[in-house]
């Protein structure tokens, strides 16, 4: 690759050297030798391409509605990189797939084997603010009525952010079709409590229950804020922010 020098650059193909713009600068290569979108169509030996190719855009679908769904858990807070970090996981997911061909291969279909159950349940989603070292508590999920109870909470053992008064809990069961990508989540009333709650355990529960809509994930949440003159100010740090799902 070489830069062209001249008053006013060239854009195209002549004498078989493209001649373009790379980060604002013009430079010069040889015409061919890379892909483009007639071969990546038509020739077989780009017949992998286009299975990653269309693999992945479906695992970029569904991560896009996942994300939709579970955003009630980190409204207010910019996860910038979000999207391309859950990759990692319905990619992972699609490997599960056993049923169908590659290149067709699912998330969906991943999500149903053992492997995925557990891939979905010890991935860490919000790896700034590690959900079980903030709560360092048992979670009890009945699957019998989406109830999520915390038997040892003590407040005293909850890891607070700098600065923070308050710490909100939040639950629901996100009824999610991996295959149509139809979806409800059913909330519980978050709890608030602030430094000085002297209760014992927490029990939360749905105030809606899923309808089969497809896999039923318990989702639960921590989020911080701070108290000024008696207003609660949510602390929109990623630090602060926090989710965990089951199964």
Known sequence: MAKQKGITPFVGTLGGINFYYLKGKPVARKAGGGFNSKAIKSKGSMQRVRENA??????????????????PFYQGVKFSSFHSYLMRLFLGLKDLDGVHARGQRRVGSGVDTAEGTLLLQQFDYTPA?????????KFVYDAS?????????????????????HVELLYGVLDFNFETLDYDLHLASSLVLDRNYSGGGLYLEPSTLPTGIGTCLAVTGVRFY???????YMLKDQTGVGL???C
Not at 129 to 137: A, Y
Not at 147 to 163: C, H, Y
Not at 226 to 232: A, F, K, M, N, R
């Open 54 to 71: 269309s693999e992945f855009a479906h695992c970029s679908q569904v991560n896009k509605v996942f994300r939709q769904a579970l955003r």
């Open 129 to 137: 603010c590690d959900i079980t070292t903030v709560l360092p508590f």
């Open 145 to 165: 009525n989406y109830t999520l109870t915390i038997l040892d909470f003590n407040i005293s053992k909850v890891a607070f952010l700098p600065g923070a008064t």
């Open 226 to 232: 701070q108290e000024v003159d008696g207003e609660l």
């Open 244 to 246: 965990v799902v089951g």
